[in-house]
T-cell receptor, first 113, second 115 residues
């Protein structure tokens, strides 16, 4: 089983739509969770961290469900500029004690006029 | 201020050639990470430096891959005897602290194509 799993999409939605992505992770000891955004042929950039209590940043809402080990990202009122790949990221602690980030394959979103 | 920079942006190598990829992190950042991103996949961890110390290299796919950061700033990822399966985008990221909880800032990547 992959450490972080996402539906690769693409999700095709019209402008103004609400869209939600889910992500599951396998390591129950994970403590930090993030959503990164990656535009085509560009580097990933942090979109938002995901907190246990859930958090919102404008049109974006992130939720964490530790019991079910999944993370979600909700985008309201989609804009054309939201078209990108959304990477779910989880920190994993290795036996050495080092914590590294593990990225999902990403979910591609296409917002059309 | 300047972000993370990488060079070259594109590299084409013949199978069997050695390549060296450079990363200039954000000035003062303690942590530096290298990732490999294949087409249609997310970035995969290769190695991590805290200052000049390479604290984790568990993600390096083979002993043909070697990374260094001798002065705790610029880092070089070297791939010896390149193979076609090494074709990917190599991303470098830096963060201000020595943990993975901090935001990682990525460079634009080096797109390596091995013929």
């Amino acid at each position: 089983r992959k450490e972080v799993e996402q539906d690769p999409g693409p999700f095709n939605v019209p402008e103004g739509a609400t869209v939600a992505f889910n992500c599951t992770y396998s390591n129950s000891a994970s403590q930090s969770f993030f959503w990164y955004r990656q535009d085509c042929r560009k580097e990933p950039k942090l979109l938002m961290s995901v907190y246990s209590s859930g958090n919102e940043d404008g049109r974006f809402t992130a939720q964490l469900n530790r019991a079910s080990q999944y993370i979600s990202l909700l985008i309201r009122d989609s804009k054309l500029s939201d078209s990108a790949t959304y990477l779910c990221v989880v920190n994993i602690q290795e036996n050495t004690g080092f914590q590294k980030l593990v990225f999902g394959t990403g979910t591609r979103l296409l917002v059309s006029p | 201020g300047a972000g993370v920079s990488q060079s070259p942006r594109y590299k084409v190598a013949k199978r069997g050639q050695d390549v060296a990829l450079r990363c200039d992190p954000i000035s003062g950042h303690v942590s530096l990470f290298w990732y490999q991103q294949a087409l249609g996949q997310g970035p995969e961890f290769l190695t991590y430096f805290q200052n000049e110390a390479q604290l984790d290299k568990s993600g390096l796919p083979s002993d043909r891959f070697f990374a260094e950061r001798p002065e705790g700033s610029v880092s070089t990822l070297k791939i010896q005897r390149t193979q076609q399966e090494d074709s990917a985008v190599y991303l470098c990221a830096s963060s201000g602290t020595g943990t993975s909880f901090d935001e990682q800032f990525f460079g634009p990547g080096t797109r390596l194509t091995v013929l």
